[in-house]
């Protein structure tokens, strides 16, 4: 079983290691040492402490920008390292602590900072970042929506191509996901903590908040379309995975259904079902107004490719489509033409 999970993860996930930034020479050297899955978390988390103690030193000789872009690196690393690491409570939870720590570091020190803000939602407050562009008055605002194992500290390509557009961005961990997991579990009303988000871009002077759109990545995807057909502040969304529904949820990879498990906090399978029946756009009455663009691969191993064209008819105005028979999910392995992609769209639709 612990050589499947490490063919599945080399296989299916090497794409977006790549586009988050890891460095390829490093992958390959963590492909060659992991011989067993009990040893992914700590071969990746020494990776990750030594480029971290790296950033430390470049910081005190004030190579800030080498720095930022290393504790940036050690973010994604400790992230991986707990990537889908659902039988190890302690072990995921230390290590996600370690990504979280990381990132807040290196969003100081970039260029383009990010703002640390807490959105209220219920009796919690749900962690992320606000990000604006330089010299622009009240940019148009991109809410980036997490997926299942997704969190904000994963969101920063995304977000350099939205800012380099003009735009800000709002990242946040809803409920079951990175810092809010601990706080909130995910279920079917999580669609209320993306309005939250959208009250909390309102509430901000420093956007537009008439200009208000979403990519939702992932499971993301499924209520970012969700939410555009019931809130009309969202004025261009993308379905980036297509995850139109989970009815196929039984044939999904077992490391990925064993996450919906986790993430609800459930302990068995049949407990997470009413969840997993949940995702489901069929149950949702409305249609998509604003602008949508669909992206997604044919080989994904979660969502078939027919969701593409039943996530599109949702659409009643502009429908873009990106879609590639042979792509991975969420065609990560075309991060080069479907993330700039997005953020063309967000600003051709929401900055005109």
């Not at 993430?263 to 068995?268: A, L, N, P």
């Amino acid at each position: 079983m612990s050589e499947e999970i490490l063919t599945y993860l080399w296989d299916n996930v090497f794409d977006r290691f790549l586009a988050e930034g890891a460095i390829y020479r490093e992958l390959r050297d963590l492909k060659n040492r992991i011989r067993r899955y009990d040893e992914w978390r700590a071969a990746w988390a020494e990776v990750a402490h030594a480029t971290e103690e790296r950033a430390e030193r470049l910081l005190k000789l004030e190579n800030v920008q080498t720095a930022a872009d290393d504790f940036r690196r050690a973010a994604i690393y400790y992230f991986f390292a707990q990537f889908l690491l659902w039988d190890d409570y302690g072990g995921k939870k230390a290590t996600y602590g370690h990504c979280a720590r990381a990132f807040r570091m290196a969003s100081k020190h970039f260029d383009v900072p990010q703002h640390p803000i807490e959105i209220p939602y219920g009796n919690i407050a749900m962690p992320g970042y606000l990000r604006l562009p330089p010299g622009t008055h009240r940019p148009p605002c991109v809410l980036l929506l997490n997926g299942l194992d997704t969190t904000k500290e994963e969101q920063l390509i995304i977000s350099n191509l939205c800012i380099q557009r003009g735009l800000a961005t709002i990242s946040f961990d809803g409920p079951g996901q990175g810092e809010t997991f601990y706080q909130k579990k995910m279920s079917s009303e999580y669609v209320q903590a993306v309005h939250a988000a959208l009250d909390f871009a309102e509430s901000r002077e420093e956007i537009n908040a008439a200009r208000l759109g979403i990519i939702g990545r992932s499971l993301g995807s499924h209520y970012a379309a969700q939410v555009a057909m019931l809130d009309d502040r969202v004025k261009a969304v993308v379905a980036w995975g297509s995850m139109f529904d989970l009815s196929n949820y039984r044939s999904i990879p077992s490391l990925t259904l064993a996450g919906f498990i986790y993430v609800t906090g459930s302990k068995t399978l049949e407990e997470a079902r009413p969840y997993l029946e949940s995702i489901d756009l069929r149950r949702v009455s409305g249609r998509i107004k604003c602008p949508l663009m669909v992206v997604n691969g044919g080989r994904d191993p979660i969502t078939p490719p027919d969701n593409i064209d039943r996530m599109r008819s949702l659409g009643d105005g502009l429908v873009e489509v990106l879609f590639w028979e042979d792509g991975s999910h969420c065609a990560h392995d075309r991060p080069h033409i479907c993330r700039p992609a997005m953020a063309d769209f967000m600003r051709n639709n929401l900055s005109g």
